[in-house]
Nanobody
């Protein structure tokens, strides 16, 4: 059984930083972060292929967010800097058994069978 547990969400002013953590019960090939507004589809933010550390980012967070992993490759962190009000969302950790680059479909939420419960990030202006 695979479980994912997120932590690190909270409230911060614009320009501030937060670090999210996702702990997995077992190592998976690809781990990452999505976010979701109520009533909208989950949006991929950043993912990391645990074998080689290759990362992928959505354009809106490039240069501000960094995804990384621990030596055991069962924890993924999302360092979020220069946060903006539009970054306010529920953030979810996700994982799958295929490498992130497999099929070129790293950003589709349907490609990830394992999900955490989510952690709220609120950025005030």
């Amino acid at each position: 059984q695979v479980w994912l547990v997120e932590s690190g969400g909270g409230s911060v002013q614009a320009g501030g930083s937060l670090r999210l953590s996702c702990a997995a019960s077992t190592r998976r090939a690809c781990m990452g972060w999505f976010r979701q507004d109520p009533g909208k589809e989950r949006e991929a933010i950043a993912v990391i292929t645990t074998l080689n550390g290759v990362t992928y980012y959505t354009d809106s967070v490039k240069g501000r967010f960094t995804i990384s992993q621990d030596a055991a490759k069962t924890t993924a962190w999302l360092q979020m800097n220069d946060l903006k009000p539009e970054d306010s969302d529920m953030y979810f950790c996700a994982a799958r058994d295929r490498a992130c680059a497999f099929g070129g479909a790293w950003s589709g939420p349907g490609e990830y069978p394992y999900w955490g419960q989510g952690t709220q990030v609120t950025v005030s202006s």
